[in-house]
């Protein structure tokens, strides 16, 4: 057997197993037997129905949505900047994002489609807003559209503040600050099922355009020369990336690191940018998420973590390992 195909064996069964150890944690205890039943329909007791079908079940497919959507995001920047630090937040995506469902929150539109529009169409004028600097400029370097990015995101994020200032000590703001640190816990059956239809679409799309995101990694004149408008599906792929990238925000709050360390992981196995990384870069998001996600529930007893606290630990050795190998420390 090739090793390739080893590795995706590898990588979908302990993604199994991690799903299943999920499913069992949480504040109500649910044992393997009694979930084999409730697959089954077996069961009868109405309460484990009720958990396990309305809130477990929801909670482990939106983890496994989320960390897809932000490890192939994640990979999807870092290829058309050609910049290993490249990710939703460093492009003004996720902080405009933000923005937007701060600002649903703040005024009273909590609703799971609000969100999404909220964080939407935030993001997607935090993306128009980066397009716009970088026109001003008339640089169509990648390092141009990072530094644009940086600057929108600032001014996202002073915003947010200004939200948490004039916000409800009592209420708002307890909520804004406990969504901006990211957390599964509020995830429902409707809300899994609203992030799954708004998340697929531009996933299937940026899946099916791989390769002519691996043209625009090697750079706009290359690109334009194997037949590819580089200016005009940068841009392209940047929408549908902002899309899923708000779709997951709106519903889980910010989740940090996942969409940067998860293609540094995908390429340490892969050891190549080209065929399924973007798929396997998802995997390891889901992954990053789903473990993180079941830490959160059990390191405090009667208490949860937010996840971007693990998500953020789980990033140091990664950042210390790639920094090692920059200078050469590591082979």
């Given at each position: 057997?090739?090793?390739?195909?080893?590795?995706?064996?590898?990588?979908?069964?302990?993604?199994?197993?991690?799903?299943?150890?999920?499913?069992?944690?949480?504040?109500?205890?649910?044992?393997?037997?009694?979930?084999?039943?409730l697959?089954?329909?077996?069961?009868?007791?109405?309460?484990?129905?009720?958990?396990?079908?309305?809130?477990?079940?929801?909670?482990?497919?939106m983890?496994?949505?989320?960390?897809?959507?932000?490890?192939?995001?994640?990979?999807?920047y870092?290829?058309?900047f050609?910049?290993?630090?490249?990710?939703?937040?460093?492009?003004?995506?996720?902080?405009?994002?933000?923005l937007?469902?701060?600002?649903?929150?703040?005024?009273?539109a909590?609703?799971a489609?609000?969100?999404?529009?909220?964080?939407?169409?935030?993001?997607l004028?935090?993306?128009?807003?980066?397009?716009?600097?970088?026109?001003m400029?008339g640089?169509?370097?990648?390092?141009?559209?990072?530094?644009?990015?940086?600057?929108?995101?600032?001014?996202?994020d002073a915003?947010?503040?200004?939200?948490?200032?004039?916000?409800?000590?009592l209420g708002?703001l307890?909520a804004?600050?406990?969504?901006?640190?990211?957390?599964?816990?509020?995830?429902?059956?409707?809300?899994m099922?609203?992030?799954?239809?708004?998340?697929?679409?531009p996933?299937?799309?940026?899946?099916?355009?791989?390769?002519?995101i691996?043209m625009l990694s090697?750079?706009?004149d290359n690109?334009?020369?194997?037949?590819?408008?580089?200016?005009?599906?940068r841009?392209?792929?940047?929408l549908?990336?902002?899309?899923m990238v708000?779709?997951?925000?709106?519903?889980?709050?910010?989740?940090?690191f996942?969409g940067?360390?998860?293609?540094?992981?995908?390429y340490?196995?892969?050891?190549?940018?080209t065929?399924?990384?973007?798929?396997?870069?998802?995997?390891i998001?889901s992954?990053?998420?789903?473990?993180?996600?079941m830490?959160?529930?059990?390191?405090?007893?009667?208490?949860?973590?937010?996840?971007?606290?693990?998500?953020?630990?789980?990033?140091?050795?990664?950042f210390?390992f790639?920094m090692?190998?920059?200078?050469?420390?590591?082979?």
């Open positions: 057997m090739k090793k390739k195909h080893l590795k995706w064996i590898y990588i979908v069964l302990f993604l199994l197993i991690v799903c299943c150890g999920s499913l069992l944690i949480g504040s109500y205890h649910l044992s393997l037997d009694e979930i084999l039943l697959i089954s329909g077996q069961s009868t007791d109405v309460m484990a129905q009720q958990v396990f079908y309305t809130l477990r079940m929801p909670r482990v497919l983890g496994l949505l989320a960390g897809m959507a932000l490890g192939v995001a994640g990979a999807v870092q290829m058309i050609s910049n290993p630090l490249a990710s939703p937040d460093l492009t003004g995506v996720a902080s405009g994002a933000s937007g469902a701060a600002l649903a929150i703040v005024i009273g909590g609703s489609f609000e969100m999404i529009i909220g964080s939407f169409v935030m993001g004028l935090a993306l128009l807003f980066v397009i716009l600097l970088v026109k400029t640089s169509q370097h990648a390092t141009t559209y990072i530094l644009a990015g940086i600057i929108i995101s600032a001014l996202a915003s947010i503040m200004i939200f948490k200032y004039i916000s409800d000590p708002e307890a804004i600050e406990f969504w901006i640190m990211g957390s599964l816990s509020a995830i429902t059956l409707n809300h099922l609203i992030t799954f239809f708004s998340m697929m679409i996933l299937v799309l940026l899946l099916l355009c791989h390769r002519q691996v090697l750079g706009d690109a334009r020369y194997l037949g590819l408008n580089a200016q005009t599906f841009i392209a792929v940047l549908l990336t902002t899309w708000a779709t997951i925000v709106a519903m889980t709050g910010v989740i940090s996942v940067l360390i998860a293609p540094h992981i995908a340490l196995i892969l050891k190549k940018r065929g399924s990384f973007l798929l396997i870069s998802g995997c998001g992954l990053i998420i789903l473990v993180g996600d830490l959160a529930r059990s390191l405090i007893p009667g208490a949860e973590l937010p996840l971007s606290i693990l998500t953020i630990f789980f990033s140091t050795p990664v210390i790639w090692m190998k920059q200078r050469g420390r590591i082979q």
